[in-house]
């Protein structure tokens, strides 16, 4: 029909006009027909569409329209469309549309000038003839011409056009009816015109783009409509959810595909069209999150959706099901459909119009016949009922699949669902992890990890990979999990990681209402049970069979995300917990901004051990970190203490930077080899790197320890409270608040964020069992290190005291941002394994205890004058310590203190501004750079980074310096010298904090 | 039909005995249940033929006949398979050459499935399994130190796994309980032999739990004795015990009515 209407249309224009150049416009102007017509219609016009005209119908699904173009007998489908769909579309299309048609249109016309163009060439040369017969046609057919043609405008602009295609429609409909013939062509002529004229204004007025969209709806139809080229995927959505009068949307979301199999949940917090980048805007309206108690739903219309979309999983065979539950399904769907069996109606046939199964049998059908009889009485909302209730016990339902393989190479598939992460080697379920046993979900590249929860008898977590087929596919599994697990899991979402400066990894977070919330949410609908018509099993059915829509055909079909399971009730403990957790974050970071203040941290008495254990927690973290990062990170079960700390992100640079060092003594060996320096160098550069790809414009974490940052911000303190991931962390910095080191402990989180895109984590308990666990393991180390620390108090003593005063060795870097690291001996770190090390995390303040000889490491800032001395003569576990202001001067010496053998120490010096608060802004991060440069014995980490914060434009250089070299080496100088080169550098920034890192090994030796 | 079977080497078995423990075993289910017990004749030439369980998996409409594990016990599907056709069965044959499955390594819980990994059933026999029963999930457990899964195992109750004491039973356990989205109640017993029992709910009759006789395992009896909520009838099993042979062995249990 379309065609036809295309062909005399054109026809008519040719005969008119008669330019070659219209053959090739003919196609556009076929689909832009339409259009015009609409636009010429007056306002007052468009009562008369909603009312007189059939138009509105196809107006309100364009995708139904194109399949009443394709095949006339569809066009009654958009009859059977609810009233409310037809306001809504008067709606779509009152929005404003600006030009942009060419593109939205655009692919619209693609497909229409294929139907079009052949006709219209032949059209031509017949043109006189076929005018008459067709006149006398349009005649004839007028109203379903008029039908049609409202339909194909609505289809190729369904939204962009508003007032003018409208009226158009209205003003062709009127005439056609009143003036048949001539009209017509008058008409087009005016369409023509009219096309001419919006294409000219369409450019000049550029300033608001907007492109068009097609959504494919679950019952099958299309949904169009024209948005702003730079909406968020939420504008989409809501307008689909309007569209379709669903209120309890947030189990729904909308998928585009790349490449056929490929399926994507757009954003709703992103921009569309950074998401989709250059794939056409196709999206497909799905379940997202299957509910596991279906009946647990306010409204028939969501479970009619619901339904809708198991059909589709059912009859594609993504949800498999017996022979049995096929033609159960299938009648319930029949009941729904049609009502009671009917013997006088429901003839043999009636079932073979309705696909229930991937392999649809003549013996299905009579079954399902069979079955459909014994319903009788039941309603469609009651056949719904039952058919959900018989589909939710299905073992794949709700589960989304992902092809992977194992460490082994072997190929599986991982389901995600609403318990946790299911494992499958072809058809079997070989492993299961519940979200409650799942501490941490992270992905490097291509490989997808999860942290395990110890079993029972067993004393460490273990971390298991998985090879995923690429990048994105780890990713993109990555991200359905944390949707998975904060909308199942949670009561309330996470907070996105804020900004932070070096950020690695996805700051990614569901954004979503959870479940909890949702059904919380709908406890409040208060609305007459909408009106739906349930017409479209056949159609679906079609579709289904054939490949009948586009893109949503095969891609939608293959795979599709399932949230299945059970909410538990442990979840909601757990959420609890975090509720909690974030309380104790708050009062946190108030206690922590004061600490700030406080220059030199030392760990302090009854603190010690809880700072120590913190410490060796974030060690951990870093230790995870350093994990992640090492390149061939994959870590098999022994996790002994991973970061619970991080929390999503749980990477950050600083962290991994401590991580080298202080990691805990199984997993050191891996970081050792390259000295912490390398290894947290290579880590930021990953991490910056990854930033540039990263759609997400916040990243600010700093979090080394070594580094010395200008202009640095410390925020990572504050950030970290605000991370939901951060809940895991709340003990711990629980913890910290009591003790001296609140900002360290902060730090450190926060450092542990930060993500990447080409890493990503994501914990999603609270770490309080884990910390437990590792506590209980640490006692000993806890205790070794509280002796130590007494030692170390004195020491501390003194600089809180005075603010520091420490006589010793000097060393005066003026440097604007150096970290000096002393990786004097690898070696060391090894020997310490068991006991010693627990070093600084978060970035600037933790401290490690380690033992140490007198190490020491100076740093003098110029800018701040300062002088930091530390001499440690006899035993020091680990100094952190931290300046905070950097207009204050200090000095700070350590002296004094028993024996040890390795000793790491980390001086910290930051300027007070970006203390605190800082976290709260997330500045929009403009540029990113790593670069890195190697001499002899000293490594060069610079990162730039340059972010927008309240129209304050920040930039940020953060170098790590890692100097590395044996006794040979003057340390002191060699620093000093990297923090002149610095500033001379950079003369124009200033300096806001040095963090100085040494690792020294006395060993046995006794030697620095 | 219960002669030497294969087995390990341990005390002769007395076949008169073995004969009446069976009779009894039917005359449990035919007279005090109610249920319709068809027998099949016993097949000299197959000495495991009494167990018939390990032949064919039914649930529900699907009949599942396996190719077991023990090439010499191939054979034994035939008979049973004839059987189930005339119960208007949906039949699947395991036809896979490759595939390995005994019915004493399926335990079902009325959610799911799970299959024992052992000598005599293998990735592929649960394969099919799963494809045959898709509605289910179908988990598999390593089995190691025992014949089949229920050999230490099996539901005692709607919701309740009766499982032994033993080192691999306590692993089969977990592994089965970190495998499942439901979770189940579970009833040790300090006799791997006598963990397996037959579970069954009649209408009339309620729940009804044929369970190994105290005089056998009487510590595990007695953990019998305390659901309160079952019909509880001790049977004897001693004699195929000896062969390997449990109580859920020596049926399969079809919840359909024949017309035979």
């Given at each position: 029909?379309t065609?036809?209407?295309?062909?005399?249309?054109?026809v008519k224009k040719?005969?008119?006009?008669?330019?070659?150049?219209?053959?090739?416009?003919?196609?556009?102007e076929?689909?832009?027909t339409?259009?015009?017509?609409?636009?010429?219609?007056t306002?007052?016009?468009?009562?008369q569409d909603?009312?007189s005209?059939?138009?509105?119908t196809s107006?309100?699904?364009p995708?139904?329209?194109k399949?009443?173009?394709?095949?006339?007998?569809?066009?009654?489908?958009?009859?059977f469309?609810?009233?409310w769909?037809?306001?809504?579309?008067s709606y779509?299309?009152?929005?404003?549309?600006?030009e942009?048609?060419k593109?939205?249109?655009?692919?619209q016309?693609?497909v229409?000038?294929?139907?079009c163009?052949?006709?219209?060439?032949?059209?031509?040369?017949?043109?006189?003839l076929?005018?008459?017969?067709?006149?006398n046609q349009?005649?004839?057919?007028?109203d379903?011409k008029e039908?049609?043609?409202?339909?194909?405008?609505?289809?190729?602009?369904?939204?962009?056009?508003?007032?003018?295609e409208?009226?158009?429609?209205?003003?062709?409909?009127?005439?056609?009816?009143?003036?048949?013939?001539k009209?017509?062509r008058?008409?087009?002529?005016?369409?023509t015109?009219?096309i001419k004229t919006?294409?000219?204004p369409?450019?000049?007025?550029?300033?608001?783009?907007?492109?068009?969209c097609?959504?494919m709806?679950?019952?099958?139809?299309?949904?169009?409509?024209?948005?702003?080229?730079?909406?968020?995927?939420q504008?989409?959505?809501?307008?689909?959810?309007?569209?379709?009068?669903?209120?309890?949307?947030?189990?729904?979301g909308?998928?585009?595909?790349?490449?056929?199999?490929?399926?994507?949940?757009?954003?709703?917090s992103?921009?569309i069209?950074r998401?989709i980048r250059?794939?056409?805007?196709?999206f497909?309206?799905?379940?997202?999150?299957?509910?596991?108690?279906?009946s647990?739903?306010?409204?028939?219309?969501?479970?009619?959706?619901?339904?809708?979309?198991?059909r589709?999983d059912?009859?594609?065979?993504?949800?498999?099901?017996?022979?049995?539950t096929?033609?159960?399904?299938?009648?319930y769907?029949?009941?729904?459909?049609?009502?009671?069996?009917?013997?006088?109606e429901h003839?043999?046939?009636?079932?073979?119009?309705f696909?229930?199964a991937?392999n649809?049998?003549?013996?299905?059908?009579?079954?399902?016949?069979?079955?459909?009889?014994?319903?009788?009485g039941?309603t469609p909302a009651?056949?719904d009922?039952?058919?959900?209730?018989?589909?939710k016990?299905?073992s794949?339902?709700?589960?989304d699949?992902?092809?992977?393989?194992d460490?082994?190479g072997?190929?599986?598939?991982?389901?995600?669902?609403?318990?946790?992460l299911?494992?499958?080697?072809?058809?079997?379920?070989?492993?299961?992890?519940?979200w409650?046993?799942?501490?941490?979900?992270?992905y490097k590249?291509?490989?997808?990890?999860?942290?395990?929860?110890?079993?029972?008898?067993?004393?460490?977590?273990?971390?298991?990979?998985?090879?995923?087929?690429?990048?994105?596919?780890?990713?993109?599994l990555?991200?359905v999990?944390?949707?998975?697990?904060t909308?199942?899991?949670?009561?309330s979402?996470?907070?996105?990681p804020?900004a932070?400066?070096?950020?690695?990894?996805?700051?990614?977070?569901?954004?979503?209402?959870?479940?909890?919330?949702?059904r919380?949410?709908?406890?409040l609908?208060?609305?007459p049970a909408?009106?739906?018509?349930?017409?479209?099993?056949?159609?679906?059915?079609?579709?289904?069979?054939?490949?009948?829509?586009?893109?949503?055909d095969q891609?939608?079909l293959?795979?599709?995300?399932?949230?299945?399971?059970?909410?538990?009730?442990d979840?909601?403990?757990?959420?609890?917990?975090?509720?909690?957790?974030?309380?104790?974050e708050?009062?946190?970071?108030?206690?922590?901004?004061p600490?700030?203040?406080p220059?030199?941290?030392?760990?302090?008495?009854?603190?010690?051990?809880?700072?120590?254990?913190?410490a060796?927690?974030?060690?951990?973290e870093?230790?995870?970190?350093?994990?992640?990062?090492?390149?061939?990170?994959?870590?098999?079960?022994?996790g002994?203490?991973?970061?619970?700390a991080?929390?999503?992100?749980a990477?950050?640079?600083?962290?991994?930077?401590?991580?080298?060092?202080?990691?805990p003594?199984?997993q050191?060996h891996a970081?050792?080899?390259?000295?912490p320096?390398?290894g947290v160098?290579?880590?930021?550069?990953s991490?910056?790197?990854t930033?540039d790809?990263?759609?997400?414009?916040k990243?600010?974490e700093?979090?080394i320890?070594?580094?010395?940052?200008?202009d640095?911000?410390n925020?990572?303190k504050?950030?970290?409270?605000?991370?939901?991931?951060?809940t895991?962390?709340?003990?711990?910095?629980?913890?910290?608040?009591?003790s001296s080191l609140p900002s360290?402990?902060?730090?450190s989180?926060?450092?542990?964020?930060?993500e990447?895109?080409?890493?990503?984590?994501?914990?999603p308990?609270?770490?309080?069992?884990?910390?437990?666990i590792?506590?209980?393991?640490?006692?000993?180390?806890d205790?070794?290190?509280?002796?130590?620390?007494?030692?170390?108090?004195h020491?501390?003593?003194?600089?809180?005291?005075?603010?520091?005063?420490?006589?010793?060795?000097h060393?005066?870097?003026?440097?604007?941002?150096?970290?000096q690291?002393?990786?004097?001996?690898?070696?060391?770190?090894?020997k310490?394994?068991?006991?010693?090390?627990?070093?600084?995390l978060?970035?600037?303040?933790?401290?490690?205890q380690?033992?140490?000889n007198?190490?020491v490491?100076?740093?003098?800032i110029?800018?701040?004058?300062?002088i930091i001395?530390?001499?440690?003569p006899?035993?020091?576990?680990?100094?952190?310590?931290?300046?905070?202001?950097?207009?204050?001067?200090?000095?700070?010496?350590?002296?004094?203190?028993?024996?040890?053998?390795t000793?790491?120490?980390?001086?910290t010096y930051?300027?007070?501004?970006?203390d605190?608060?800082?976290?709260?802004?997330?500045?929009?991060?403009?540029s990113?750079?790593?670069?890195?440069s190697?001499?002899?014995?000293?490594t060069?980490?610079?990162?730039?980074t340059?972010?927008?914060?309240?129209?304050?434009?920040e930039?940020?250089?953060?170098?790590?310096?890692v100097?590395?070299?044996?006794?040979d080496?003057?340390?002191?100088?060699?620093?000093?010298?990297?923090?002149k080169?610095?500033?001379?550098?950079?003369?124009?920034m200033?300096?806001?904090?040095?963090?100085?890192?040494?690792?020294?090994e006395?060993?046995?030796?006794?030697?620095? | 039909?219960r002669?030497?079977?294969?087995?390990?080497?341990g005390?002769?078995v007395?076949?008169a005995?073995?004969?009446r423990?069976?009779?009894?075993?039917?005359?449990?289910?035919r007279?005090?249940?109610?249920?319709?017990?068809?027998?099949?004749p016993?097949?000299?030439?197959?000495?495991?033929?009494?167990?018939?369980?390990?032949?064919?998996v039914?649930?529900?409409?699907?009949a599942?006949?396996t190719?077991?594990?023990?090439?010499?016990?191939?054979?034994e599907?035939?008979?049973?398979?004839?059987?189930l056709?005339?119960?208007?069965?949906?039949?699947v044959e395991?036809i896979?050459?490759?595939?390995?499955?005994?019915?004493g390594?399926?335990l079902?819980?009325?959610r799911?499935?799970?299959?024992?990994?052992?000598r005599?059933?293998?990735?592929?026999g649960?394969?099919?399994l799963?494809?045959?029963?898709?509605?289910?999930?179908?988990?598999?457990?390593?089995?190691?130190d025992?014949?089949?899964l229920?050999?230490f195992?099996?539901?005692?109750?709607p919701n309740?796994?009766a499982?032994g004491?033993?080192?691999a039973?306590?692993?089969?356990?977990?592994?089965?309980?970190?495998?499942?989205?439901?979770?189940?109640?579970?009833l040790t017993v300090?006799?791997?032999?006598?963990?397996?029992?037959?579970?069954?709910?009649?209408p009339?009759?309620?729940?009804?739990?044929?369970?190994r006789?105290p005089?056998e395992y009487?510590?595990?009896a007695k953990?019998f004795?305390?659901?309160k909520d079952?019909?509880?009838i001790?049977i004897a099993?001693?004699?195929?015990?000896k062969?390997?042979?449990?109580?859920?062995c020596c049926?399969?249990?079809?919840?359909k009515?024949?017309?035979?």
């Amino acid at each position: 029909m379309t065609t036809e209407v295309g062909s005399e249309t054109e026809v008519k224009k040719d005969s008119e006009q008669l330019g070659p150049d219209k053959a090739k416009d003919n196609p556009e102007e076929a689909s832009e027909t339409p259009e015009n017509q609409k636009s010429r219609e007056t306002p007052s016009e468009e009562a008369q569409d909603s009312s007189s005209v059939p138009a509105p119908t196809s107006q309100s699904s364009p995708s139904s329209q194109k399949k009443e173009k394709a095949s006339p007998e569809s066009k009654g489908i958009s009859r059977f469309l609810p009233p409310w769909l037809k306001k809504q579309k008067s709606y779509t299309l009152a929005e404003p549309k600006d030009e942009t048609k060419k593109r939205t249109t655009g692919e619209q016309q693609v497909v229409e000038e294929s139907e079009c163009q052949a006709p219209d060439r032949i059209a031509q040369p017949q043109k006189s003839l076929e005018e008459a017969a067709a006149e006398n046609q349009h005649n004839a057919k007028a109203d379903d011409k008029e039908e049609k043609h409202s339909v194909s405008s609505a289809e190729t602009q369904p939204a962009k056009e508003d007032g003018k295609e409208r009226e158009v429609e209205k003003v062709a409909k009127e005439k056609e009816e009143k003036q048949a013939e001539k009209e017509k062509r008058e008409t087009k002529e005016v369409q023509t015109a009219e096309i001419k004229t919006e294409s000219i204004p369409q450019k000049s007025p550029k300033k608001i783009k907007t492109v068009q969209c097609k959504v494919m709806l679950l019952d099958g139809t299309e949904y169009s409509c024209d948005l702003e080229k730079r909406a968020k995927g939420q504008v989409l959505f809501d307008k689909v959810c309007e569209h379709l009068n669903l209120l309890e949307k947030d189990y729904f979301g909308l998928l585009f595909y790349e490449n056929s199999d490929q399926k994507n949940w757009l954003d709703s917090s992103k921009e569309i069209k950074r998401q989709i980048r250059s794939l056409p805007w196709i999206f497909a309206f799905n379940v997202k999150f299957y509910p596991p108690d279906p009946s647990q739903l306010t409204e028939d219309i969501t479970r009619y959706f619901l339904c809708l979309q198991l059909r589709q999983d059912i009859a594609s065979g993504r949800l498999p099901c017996s022979f049995v539950t096929h033609a159960l399904l299938g009648s319930y769907t029949l009941q729904a459909e049609l009502g009671d069996h009917d013997p006088e109606e429901h003839r043999s046939d009636y079932i073979s119009e309705f696909q229930f199964a991937p392999n649809q049998t003549q013996e299905m059908e009579e079954k399902v016949a069979e079955l459909h009889k014994t319903h009788r009485g039941l309603t469609p909302a009651q056949a719904d009922s039952q058919f959900l209730e018989n589909a939710k016990r299905l073992s794949m339902y709700g589960v989304d699949l992902h092809h992977a393989k194992d460490s082994e190479g072997v190929d599986i598939m991982l389901g995600v669902c609403a318990n946790g992460l299911l494992i499958y080697k072809d058809r079997l379920r070989i492993n299961r992890f519940a979200w409650p046993k799942i501490l941490k979900i992270s992905y490097k590249r291509s490989n997808f990890y999860i942290k395990v929860r110890p079993a029972e008898l067993e004393q460490f977590e273990s971390t298991i990979g998985f090879k995923l087929p690429n990048h994105r596919a780890a990713k993109r599994l990555w991200k359905v999990c944390v949707e998975h697990h904060t909308f199942f899991r949670l009561v309330s979402p996470e907070q996105p990681p804020k900004a932070k400066f070096l950020t690695l990894g996805s700051k990614f977070r569901y954004s979503g209402r959870t479940q909890a919330q949702t059904r919380q949410a709908s406890n409040l609908i208060d609305r007459p049970a909408p009106y739906f018509e349930r017409t479209s099993s056949k159609r679906v059915s079609r579709s289904l069979d054939g490949a009948p829509m586009g893109i949503s055909d095969q891609g939608l079909l293959r795979d599709f995300p399932a949230t299945g399971g059970q909410a538990a009730g442990d979840k909601i403990i757990d959420i609890e917990a975090a509720g909690q957790a974030k309380l104790k974050e708050g009062g946190r970071e108030e206690d922590g901004s004061p600490v700030k203040t406080p220059q030199l941290e030392l760990t302090q008495d009854g603190k010690v051990e809880s700072e120590e254990e913190e410490a060796q927690q974030k060690s951990l973290e870093e230790e995870i970190t350093s994990i992640l990062f090492s390149k061939e990170g994959f870590r098999a079960g022994t996790g002994g203490p991973f970061a619970a700390a991080s929390v999503g992100p749980a990477e950050g640079a600083a962290g991994e930077e401590t991580a080298a060092s202080a990691a805990p003594p199984p997993q050191r060996h891996a970081t050792r080899a390259e000295g912490p320096c390398t290894g947290v160098s290579d880590a930021d550069k990953s991490s910056h790197e990854t930033l540039d790809i990263v759609e997400e414009k916040k990243q600010a974490e700093v979090g080394i320890e070594e580094t010395l940052v200008v202009d640095e911000t410390n925020k990572g303190k504050m950030q970290v409270a605000t991370d939901a991931g951060e809940t895991c962390k709340v003990e711990h910095l629980s913890k910290k608040d009591s003790s001296s080191l609140p900002s360290d402990s902060s730090s450190s989180s926060s450092s542990s964020e930060s993500e990447d895109e080409e890493v990503g984590e994501y914990q999603p308990h609270h770490r309080a069992i884990e910390e437990v666990i590792r506590e209980e393991q640490e006692e000993e180390e806890d205790m070794k290190k509280k002796e130590h620390e007494e030692k170390i108090q004195h020491v501390e003593a003194t600089p809180e005291g005075s603010k520091l005063n420490v006589p010793v060795e000097h060393t005066q870097v003026t440097a604007e941002d150096l970290v000096q690291e002393n990786a004097v001996t690898i070696a060391t770190e090894e020997k310490n394994l068991s006991e010693e090390i627990k070093q600084d995390l978060g970035e600037e303040k933790e401290e490690e205890q380690l033992k140490l000889n007198g190490d020491v490491s100076h740093v003098d800032i110029d800018v701040a004058p300062q002088i930091i001395c530390c001499s440690e003569p006899p035993v020091v576990k680990t100094e952190m310590v931290t300046i905070s202001d950097a207009t204050q001067r200090t000095e700070i010496s350590t002296k004094e203190v028993p024996i040890v053998q390795t000793e790491t120490k980390t001086i910290t010096y930051e300027s007070p501004q970006f203390d605190g608060s800082a976290g709260g802004n997330a500045g929009v991060l403009l540029s990113a750079q790593t670069i890195t440069s190697e001499s002899i014995s000293t490594t060069t980490t610079t990162h730039i980074t340059k972010m927008v914060k309240g129209g304050v434009s920040e930039t940020r250089i953060e170098k790590r310096i890692v100097i590395t070299g044996d006794a040979d080496i003057d340390h002191d100088e060699a620093l000093a010298q990297a923090i002149k080169e610095a500033k001379e550098q950079h003369p124009d920034m200033s300096v806001t904090r040095v963090v100085v890192h040494k690792e020294t090994e006395l060993a046995e030796e006794d030697e620095e | 039909c219960r002669q030497a079977l294969r087995r390990a080497p341990g005390p002769e078995v007395d076949f008169a005995r073995a004969e009446r423990e069976h009779q009894l075993y039917v005359g449990v289910l035919r007279g005090k249940l109610g249920l319709q017990v068809l027998e099949l004749p016993a097949d000299e030439s197959l000495p495991d033929c009494a167990f018939v369980e390990d032949a064919a998996v039914v649930c529900e409409e699907t009949a599942l006949v396996t190719r077991p594990g023990a090439p010499s016990r191939r054979k034994e599907v035939e008979a049973v398979k004839r059987v189930l056709e005339s119960l208007n069965l949906n039949i699947v044959e395991m036809i896979d050459e490759n595939a390995t499955l005994d019915g004493g390594d399926v335990l079902f819980t009325g959610r799911e499935f799970f299959v024992g990994l052992s000598r005599r059933t293998n990735q592929r026999g649960a394969e099919i399994l799963a494809d045959t029963f898709k509605d289910y999930a179908v988990s598999t457990v390593p089995v190691h130190d025992a014949l089949h899964l229920k050999s230490f195992c099996s539901m005692a109750g709607p919701n309740l796994i009766a499982i032994g004491s033993s080192e691999a039973a306590q692993k089969a356990l977990k592994t089965m309980q970190q495998m499942s989205d439901h979770r189940y109640d579970k009833l040790t017993v300090p006799d791997d032999a006598a963990a397996n029992c037959i579970y069954l709910n009649i209408p009339s009759k309620g729940h009804v739990l044929l369970h190994r006789a105290p005089e056998e395992y009487p510590e595990s009896a007695k953990v019998f004795e305390k659901l309160k909520d079952h019909m509880l009838i001790p049977i004897a099993n001693t004699e195929l015990d000896k062969v390997d042979g449990s109580l859920t062995c020596c049926s399969v249990l079809i919840n359909k009515t024949s017309e035979l």
